[in-house]
T-cell receptor
């Protein structure tokens, strides 16, 4: 069965530090890849997505992610985090033309001011 | 980890009928549950936020009389699609937030989703 793993349960950074959150999936076929963010008390929001084309995808709020097919990875990055980036981050995979999203367990990011 | 269960995972119903999808937090209490819908080849769209014991808050453009959401207890929220039409066919997913004050804080857990087909 398709699965998504995220490397860290909880990441704590100071402001201005660089961020990289790992995401790996198990499905071998063509996939669509997503990163979602959920700020405290709010609903899920889409940060960025990859369907095809340039494997380096830029999203909102300075986030980017790189799809590396050979590694089945889609890691999220940001060069300099802010306190307002404190949130829960979810990686998700959707099989191309598939019906279901499979979400990773999430990574909580805490940014210290 | 905490588990959110959705039932049914797949359902087929006739046009004009109503169908109910349940979202249960199996081992934790959830004061807030979120309902999402996925349109073909797109990401998830938030439909409504459901708070235990109060009326759901619907997003703009979501028909509250068509998509009835009930959050009767701290472990159960239901989405009822009334008078379903083929265009309601979609993938519906819920998520549940652990009750504030619990050890897990505001962690969100997702259900596995429910695929609705209206024929």
């Amino acid at each position: 069965a398709q699965s998504v793993s995220q490397h860290n349960h909880h990441v704590i950074l100071s402001e201005a530090a660089s961020l990289e959150l790992g995401c790996n999936y198990s499905y071998g076929g063509t996939v669509n890849l997503f990163w979602y963010v959920q700020y405290p008390g709010q609903h899920l929001q889409l940060l960025l997505k990859y369907f095809s084309g340039d494997p380096l995808v830029k999203g909102i709020k300075g986030f980017e992610a790189e799809f590396i097919k050979s590694k089945f990875s889609f890691n999220l990055r940001k060069p300099s985090v802010q306190w307002s980036d404190t949130a829960e981050y979810f990686c998700a995979v959707n099989q191309y033309y598939g019906q279901n999203f499979v979400f990773g367990p999430g990574t909580r990011l805490s940014v210290l001011p | 980890g905490a588990v959110v269960s959705q039932h049914p995972s797949r359902v087929i119903c006739k046009s004009g009928t109503s169908v109910k999808i349940e979202c249960r937090s199996l081992d934790f209490q959830a004061t807030t549950m979120f309902w999402y819908r996925q349109f073909p080849k797109q990401s998830l769209m938030l439909m409504a936020t459901s708070n235990e014991g109060s009326k759901a808050t619907y997003e703009q453009g979501v028909e509250k009389d068509k998509f009835l959401i009930n959050h009767a207890s701290l472990t159960l929220s239901t989405l009822t699609v009334t008078s379903a039409h083929p265009e309601d066919s979609s993938f519906y997913i819920c998520s549940a937030r652990v009750r504030e004050g619990a050890a897990s804080g505001n962690t969100i857990y997702f259900g596995e989703g429910s695929w609705l087909t209206v024929v």
